[in-house]
């Protein structure tokens, strides 16, 4: 998709800024452009027939109706374009309303402080066509029935992938993260995001898990006969939480391998823990007395962490990818990184950053002290074949 295939509304109360933002777009080769005075009028554009722009310059101070009431306008609206918010009010004040956006599936490119930037401009500018594009894709995603995931777990069809973590003293790769796929007959390599919700509410998630788990307790088995000793985290749901059989079903898998539990994490999303602590506590607790490692996934991002800390003997803690990229320029984002930091080496637990995509976060990060960390700048998902050959190589290097 080119700049001139691009439809974008700006909204702006003075005409002043109406006429430069407009020029601004045009000196970029963005032609498609409705200029509106008020929100009530974008907002009758909008409910139009066919009118929903792609992307859409907002300001937030507006008097018959501010942005954030123009925002939850757009969500009613089932809007699934882009947003730049345009507003001279403190950062934490857009920060809080990109969070609100975001929260309600609209995406925020970004924030334009009055007066502008042009490179800053530009750069957001170029932010639109791989969104739209990626949009795209995702419309096309298959959400499969209950029945053809169920088949799909009986033919044997899930396969894991391994994510590599990273120790920050040693340089060397300490573990790896199990991410199920699913290599579909016809459709070919099917993401999670596509069956594990449909999993979990037609009770095949206890079933999924467990083929995730003996896969992954199977592959450390060939790494540790390999002479490769790391550890391999796999993600447990809520649901697999309700079974009391749980625990042992796992420890089992580990005896009949002749892994250590000890080489195993099982990563519990604190976010969804946050549902029915009390169910959970007894199944966890087990599990720790059994020697499997437990890890509290996505921290930051529940409303309870410091009660998960409390109740639940937790050995990992990982600081979720919302608060590591761009943690070096974003001064609410270090606050929480470094807060979550201190209390979990506190607590004497190993810390994970993960979702580290640049450089920018990886440097930052390995000058705090954090314990490891994991994202696509490290290395991607790999299938278990590959794996072997990338750590040799990797600890090699390092060694």
Same mark, same amino acid.
């Given at each position: 998709? !080119?700049?001139?295939?691009?439809?974008?509304?700006?909204?702006? +109360? !003075?005409?002043?800024?109406?006429?430069?933002?407009?020029?601004?777009?045009?000196?970029?080769?963005?032609?498609? &452009?409705?200029?509106? +005075?008020?929100?009530?009028? #974008?907002?009758?554009?909008?409910?139009?027939?066919?009118?929903?722009?792609?992307?859409?310059?907002?300001?937030?101070?507006?008097?018959?109706?501010?942005?954030?009431?123009?925002?939850?306008?757009?969500?009613?609206?089932?809007?699934?374009?882009?947003?730049? *918010?345009?507003?001279?009010?403190?950062?934490?004040?857009?920060?809080?309303?990109?969070?609100?956006?975001?929260?309600?599936?609209?995406?925020?490119?970004?924030?334009?402080?009055?007066?502008?930037?042009? +490179?800053?401009?530009?750069?957001?500018?170029?932010?639109?066509?791989?969104?739209?594009?990626?949009?795209?894709?995702?419309?096309?995603?298959?959400?499969?029935?209950?029945?053809?995931?169920?088949?799909?777990?009986?033919?044997?069809?899930?396969?894991?992938?391994?994510?590599?973590?990273?120790?920050?003293?040693?340089?060397?790769?300490?573990?790896?993260?199990?991410?199920?796929?699913?290599?579909?007959?016809?459709?070919?390599?099917?993401?999670?995001?596509?069956?594990?919700?449909?999993?979990?509410?037609?009770?095949? &998630?206890?079933?999924?898990?467990?083929?995730?788990?003996?896969?992954?307790?199977?592959?450390?088995?060939?790494?540790?006969?390999?002479?490769?000793?790391?550890?391999?985290?796999?993600?447990?749901?809520?649901?697999?939480?309700?079974? *009391?059989?749980?625990?042992?079903?796992?420890?089992?898998? #580990?005896?009949?391998?002749?892994?250590?539990?000890?080489? &195993? &994490?099982?990563?519990?999303? !604190?976010?969804?823990?946050?549902?029915?602590?009390?169910? #959970?506590?007894?199944? *966890?607790?087990?599990?720790?007395?059994?020697?499997?490692?437990?890890?509290?996934? +996505?921290?930051?991002?529940?409303?309870?962490?410091?009660?998960?800390?409390?109740?639940?003997?937790?050995?990992?803690?990982?600081?979720?990818?919302?608060?590591?990229?761009?943690?070096?320029?974003?001064?609410?984002?270090?606050?929480?990184?470094?807060?979550?930091?201190?209390? #979990?080496?506190?607590?004497?637990?190993?810390?994970?950053?993960?979702?580290?995509?640049?450089?920018?976060?990886?440097?930052?990060?390995?000058?705090?002290?954090?314990?490891?960390?994991?994202?696509?700048?490290?290395?991607?998902?790999?299938?278990?074949?590959?794996?072997?050959?990338?750590?040799?190589?990797?600890?090699?290097?390092?060694?």
């Amino acid at each position: 998709m !080119e700049a001139k295939d691009i439809n974008i509304l700006v909204l702006d +109360d !003075e005409p002043m800024m109406l006429k430069l933002l407009k020029n601004m777009l045009v000196s970029q080769g963005y032609f498609n &452009i409705t200029m509106c +005075d008020n929100s009530v009028k #974008a907002l009758g554009y909008i409910r139009e027939k066919n009118n929903h722009p792609d992307l859409i310059f907002c300001d937030l101070m507006m008097p018959e109706m501010d942005g954030i009431e123009y925002v939850n306008h757009l969500v009613k609206c089932n809007y699934t374009g882009n947003l730049i *918010l345009v507003s001279g009010v403190e950062e934490r004040i857009l920060q809080t309303v990109e969070k609100l956006a975001h929260s309600n599936n609209i995406r925020i490119l970004g924030y334009l402080h009055k007066p502008f930037r042009i +490179d800053l401009f530009a750069s957001l500018l170029t932010k639109v066509t791989p969104h739209l594009e990626a949009l795209a894709k995702k419309n096309e995603k298959n959400i499969y029935k209950p029945e053809e995931v169920s088949e799909g777990i009986k033919c044997n069809e899930l396969l894991n992938y391994y994510q590599p973590k990273i120790d920050f003293t040693t340089g060397m790769v300490v573990g790896v993260e199990s991410l199920v796929r699913w290599q579909h007959p016809r459709d070919g390599l099917v993401y999670p995001d596509q069956f594990v919700g449909v999993a979990e509410e037609n009770n095949l &998630i206890d079933e999924l898990t467990e083929v995730v788990i003996y896969n992954a307790v199977s592959q450390t088995k060939k790494w540790l006969d390999a002479g490769v000793n790391i550890r391999v985290a796999v993600n447990v749901s809520m649901e697999n939480l309700k079974s *009391l059989d749980f625990p042992d079903i796992v420890a089992c898998y #580990a005896e009949s391998s002749g892994v250590s539990p000890r080489n &195993i &994490i099982l990563e519990v999303t !604190e976010s969804r823990l946050m549902i029915d602590p009390r169910a #959970a506590l007894e199944i *966890l607790t087990r599990l720790r007395l059994k020697g499997f490692l437990l890890s509290i996934d +996505d921290f930051g991002t529940g409303h309870s962490s410091f009660t998960q800390l409390h109740d639940i003997p937790f050995s990992e803690l990982k600081i979720d990818r919302s608060f590591v990229h761009n943690v070096s320029s974003n001064n609410t984002k270090r606050a929480i990184f470094n807060a979550s930091l201190n209390l #979990a080496k506190q607590l004497e637990m190993e810390v994970v950053a993960e979702g580290i995509e640049e450089k920018k976060d990886w440097d930052f990060v390995a000058k705090t002290g954090c314990h490891m960390a994991q994202g696509y700048y490290i290395a991607k998902p790999m299938h278990g074949d590959e794996v072997l050959d990338y750590l040799i190589k990797a600890n090699s290097l390092d060694s």
